[in-house]
């Protein structure tokens, strides 16, 4: 039975999709480099992202990804990045139903707080989880500190993603895994992983379903 609910933050919470292939593309404009489309983007988006912004031919060697990482968000934050309306309805459902809700993201802490009150969906979740530094990469040690804190079992916990890296981080904490396909990587990349690949949230009470 699943009792607690990990949710990822972009791209599956925040609709940011569209706002992302903006922000590249004017970066790429700024290094006089072609442009993308969501369609290409979602096909090769990776992790670690220094080899996806190598692969739309920024010279990796000399930006730092930091930068980078920044120089995106900045532009990120001009363009509109609402929750999912399918994902309001989803927490405040899950909420009622009594479900401990987690917000695990590799958004820096102060970042992914703030981004999560603007769009008031702070109060839904006992935690709110970001890096406490500005570097990049998994989230899987925090997540598996706070369930080890909390004595959560993980087998109890649905995470909720919308990258295979969301996926490999539930396949090292233990815990089943649903990923939302109009997040950043496309339905044909999440299928390979074996999860449960959802068209959006209203299909996540099909599988709570499965589990109780």
Same mark, same amino acid.
């Given at each position: 039975m699943?009792?607690?609910i990990?949710?990822d933050?972009?791209?599956?919470?925040?609709?940011? $999709?569209?706002?992302?292939? #903006?922000a590249?593309?004017?970066?790429?404009?700024?290094?006089? $480099? @072609?442009?993308?489309t969501e369609?290409?983007?979602?096909?090769?988006?990776?992790? @670690?992202? =220094?080899?996806?912004y190598?692969?739309?031919?920024?010279?990796?060697? #000399?930006?730092?990804l930091?930068? !980078?990482?920044?120089?995106?968000?900045?532009?990120?934050?001009?363009? &509109?990045? @609402?929750v999912? @309306?399918?994902?309001?309805?989803?927490? =405040?459902?899950?909420?009622?139903?009594g479900?401990?809700?987690?917000?695990?993201?590799?958004?820096?802490q102060e970042l992914l707080?703030? #981004?999560?009150? %603007?769009?008031? !969906?702070?109060?839904y979740?006992?935690?709110?989880?970001?890096?406490?530094?500005?570097?990049?990469?998994?989230?899987?040690?925090?997540? =598996?500190?706070?369930?080890?804190?909390?004595?959560?079992?993980?087998?109890e916990?649905? !995470?909720?993603g919308?990258?295979?890296?969301?996926?490999e981080?539930?396949?090292?904490?233990?815990? &089943?895994?649903?990923l939302?396909?109009k997040?950043?990587?496309?339905?044909?990349?999440?299928?390979k992983?074996?999860?449960y690949?959802?068209?959006?949230?209203?299909e $996540?009470d099909?599988?709570?379903? %499965?589990?109780?």
């Amino acid at each position: 039975m699943i009792t607690t609910i990990l949710w990822d933050f972009n791209g599956t919470v925040m609709d940011d $999709l569209g706002a992302s292939v #903006q922000a590249v593309n004017a970066m790429t404009a700024r290094r006089g $480099l @072609p442009s993308i489309t969501e369609a290409w983007y979602t096909r090769h988006l990776e992790m @670690p992202l =220094e080899r996806f912004y190598a692969g739309i031919g920024f010279d990796m060697e #000399q930006e730092r990804l930091g930068d !980078v990482s920044a120089e995106f968000q900045r532009e990120c934050a001009e363009l &509109p990045r @609402p929750v999912f @309306p399918e994902v309001r309805k989803a927490l =405040e459902a899950f909420s009622a139903r009594g479900l401990r809700q987690l917000l695990f993201s590799s958004l820096h802490q102060e970042l992914l707080a703030r #981004q999560a009150e %603007e769009r008031d !969906v702070s109060r839904y979740f006992d935690a709110i989880v970001g890096r406490k530094d500005h570097s990049l990469g998994g989230k899987e040690k925090a997540a =598996e500190e706070y369930l080890r804190r909390h004595g959560i079992n993980a087998a109890e916990v649905l !995470v909720i993603g919308d990258l295979v890296t969301d996926w490999e981080m539930a396949r090292y904490l233990g815990c &089943p895994c649903a990923l939302i396909e109009k997040g950043h990587q496309h339905r044909d990349v999440l299928k390979k992983t074996g999860a449960y690949v959802l068209r959006d949230a209203t299909e $996540l009470d099909l599988i709570l379903e %499965e589990f109780a």
